[in-house]
């Protein structure tokens, strides 16, 4: 058997004889394939669970073939990355959750006994706990798969013993459930603990210092990347702006999701946040458009800000004109909203230039100066000065390897 490795840029590597890796371009296609399938199986089962679609329902799909799709690619392309991996993993540990909650609660909730392995089914539905464990190791090894220093390995080994806790103390109730062949589910195959829980035991006392520990260990992944972005520069720093910005709208999206959670649209504006963090971490390990991030930043809060001045303006003008001026309301919302729409252009133009003086600053030096170029452009009458100008702004701007100037001679 012959294999062909690559490296972590995505060129060949040494050849490997009579050795068969795991980790490869196939491993990641059949995972990928696996993952349709519990998809599908989920669907399925969840309609014959009387729930309709749940995993159809609020872009669930959708956010998990997110997930998928970049942890496919970036173990394609990387397979020495372990984040491609973990992404696949987390995402079919999760399936793998669901399905078989939804077939334990078809044998134990709703009465269909003797589905063949329906124990196991219900054994296996804890295994979200470990997939929700595994992804925030991700942010600690973004972007290349290693840890920055040794250290971070002893940080790593607390992180699974506490895991391990946390884990036994979320599986106990399933094992004890079916070791007593006591099983009663919810409708997403949960066990219902009975009245006896370990609620003081020692066990108890584990899962909470586990679980503090797990807490504190997250922090610190999130603040080894902050300080890492401090110290950053050049292409380094643009792949930990993807990761923050990522991180940063998922945030604000779940945030913006509960506040409209009476609303029909909170499950898709929570699967457009969900998504975000997949797609800036595959974008960021993948260096592709790296250096648009600074553009989609301020474009980002330009119109944010943009928006949130305008719909302060609509709603400020409409009770005016409506509780102080007795206007009908039909007139007040035409007025506000002629009023909002002319505000538009003007707004966005100054918003966007603030914005980019401060979080875009490359754009907006290159604005400045081919403005201030073209303003000395209008008065320059020798040919020399103008080529020199001109060749100056252009490497101030675009930074090229090389310039020519060429002139075309009529005659």
């Given at each position: ?17 009579g ?13 990928g ?8 199986a ?11 679609s ?5 872009g ?10 970049v ?37 134990y ?23 929700l ?7 600690l090894?973004f972007?290349d ?11 790593l ?10 884990c ?18 919810d ?9 006896n ?6 066990l108890?006392v584990?899962?909470?210092l ?19 972005w ?18 940063a709208?998922?945030?604000g ?11 029909g649209?909170a ?14 971490i595959?974008?960021?390990i ?16 330009a ?16 009770l005016?004109?409506?509780e ?8 007040a ?15 966005r ?12 600053r ?41 310039l ?7 005659g």
């Open positions: 058997m012959r294999l062909v490795t690559t490296t972590e840029a995505g060129e060949p590597g040494p050849v490997t004889p050795r068969f890796r795991l980790t490869s371009p196939v491993t990641a296609t059949v995972l394939v696996l993952t349709v399938i519990l998809t599908a989920g669907i399925m089962l969840s309609i014959l669970d009387h729930q309709g749940i995993l159809g329902s609020g669930i799909v959708p956010v998990a073939l997110v997930y998928v799709a942890g496919i690619i970036v173990a394609r392309r990387q397979p020495g990355n372990p984040i491609g991996w973990i992404l696949i993993t987390f995402i079919l540990l999760f399936l793998l959750s669901a399905v078989v909650g939804f077939y334990a609660s078809l044998d909730r709703l009465g269909h006994h003797g589905l063949p392995l329906a124990p196991v089914a219900v054994l296996l539905q804890p295994l979200w706990a470990p997939a464990l595994m992804f925030p190791v991700v942010i090894l972007p798969g290693r840890l920055a220093s040794r250290r971070w390995r002893r940080v080994q607390v992180y699974a013993v506490a895991g391990a806790l946390a036994a103390a979320v599986f106990s109730p399933a094992v004890t459930a079916v070791a007593r062949h006591d099983v009663r589910v409708a997403f195959g949960d066990v219902i603990s009975g009245g829980s370990h609620g003081g035991g020692p108890a584990l899962e909470v586990g679980l503090g520990a797990i807490l504190v260990i997250w922090v610190s992944f999130v603040a080894h990347q902050v300080l890492s401090r110290r950053a520069a050049g292409e380094r720093r643009q792949q930990l702006k993807w990761l923050a910005s990522g991180a709208l998922s945030v999206v779940i945030a913006v999701s509960f506040g409209i959670s009476s609303t649209v499950g898709e504006v929570l699967a457009i946040g969900l998504a975000a963090l997949p797609v800036g595959g974008v960021g993948l260096k592709y458009r790296l250096y648009d991030i600074d553009r989609i930043i301020s474009r980002t809060l119109y944010a800000i943009v928006t949130g001045v305008l719909v302060g303006v609509y709603a400020g003008l409409v005016l004109a409506t102080v001026l007795r206007l009908h309301s039909t007139v919302v035409a007025a506000a909203t002629l009023a909002a729409a002319a505000l538009f252009n003007p707004l133009r100054r918003v966007q230039h603030a914005v980019d003086r401060r979080f875009n490359a754009r907006y030096d290159a604005d400045e100066a081919v403005a201030a170029f073209a303003s000395r452009l209008k008065d320059a009458v020798d040919l020399d000065s103008v080529r020199d100008d001109l060749t100056g702004v252009i490497r101030q701007t675009l930074e090229p390897a090389h020519s100037v060429w002139f075309s001679r009529d």
